[in-house]
């Protein structure tokens, strides 16, 4: 069955610090792996998805993700966070074709200090 | 950009009445999905819906819920008699042959 851990529940980091959340994840097949990012109250945003490729995936906000196969991480990072980007993030996992169901990490929270 | 869109954005509801969850997926897309996320916690799935049969449903998905997809276009999620843990953000998707899962912004349900 496929999973997805986010090892980090919570994450503080200063503004303009770098930032790495991690992510593991479990598949029995070629995994489609996405970034999601979440403000209070609000719906899903799509940071960046990988399904092949370049192992180093750009997406929106300035974030990037490194796809590493052997570890099975998703890992998302950022050179500089901004007070703007204190909210929610999750990582899934999916299938590239089919009707295969997203699956949900627990989630990481950052909060940014100023 | 195409948007998946979802009606109404809050729906309070007394326990015990059905409720009905619309959703507008993209109209090219094939496979549609509905999630549940209480609040603070993880998005889950609920069902998918292919073909104009559920694919695939999770333990949530009891025989108080339905999905239906009437006309081609709207993708509903219905509540047969709510209960106070329903309360929860409801996410449809919809997603094309070899592409990523859309999100809807969600309908936020609240069960009083």
């Known amino acids: 069955a496929q999973s997805v851990t986010q090892p980090d529940i919570h994450i503080t980091v200063s503004e303009g610090a770098s930032l790495e959340l991690r992510c593991n994840y479990s598949y029995g097949a070629t995994p489609y792996l996405f970034w999601y990012v979440q403000s209070p109250g609000q719906g899903l945003q799509l940071l960046l998805k990988?399904?092949?490729?370049?192992?180093l995936v750009q997406g929106i906000k300035g974030f990037e993700a490194e796809f590493k196969r052997s570890q099975s991480s998703f890992n998302l990072r950022k050179p500089s966070v901004h007070w703007s980007d204190a909210a929610e993030y999750f990582c899934a996992v999916g299938a590239f074709q089919g009707a295969q169901k997203l699956v949900f990490g627990q989630g990481t929270r950052l909060t940014i200090n100023p | 950009e195409p948007e998946v869109t979802q009606t109404p954005s809050h729906q309070v509801t007394q326990m015990g009445q059905e409720v009905i969850l619309r959703c507008v997926p993209i109209s090219n897309h094939l496979y549609f999905y509905w999630y549940r996320q209480i609040l603070g916690q993880k998005v889950e799935f609920l069902v998918s819906?292919?073909?104009?049969?559920?694919?695939?449903k999770s333990e949530i998905f009891d025989d108080q819920f339905s999905v239906e997809r009437p006309d081609g276009s709207n993708f509903t999620l219905k509540i047969r008699s709510t209960k106070l843990e329903d309360s929860a953000m409801y996410f449809c998707?919809?997603?094309?042959?070899?592409?990523?899962?859309?999100f809807g912004s969600g309908t936020r349900l609240t069960v009083v």
């Open positions: 990988y399904f092949s490729g370049d192992t």
């Open positions: 819906f292919y073909n104009n049969e559920i694919s695939e």
């Open positions: 998707a919809s997603r094309a042959e070899l592409a990523g899962y859309t």
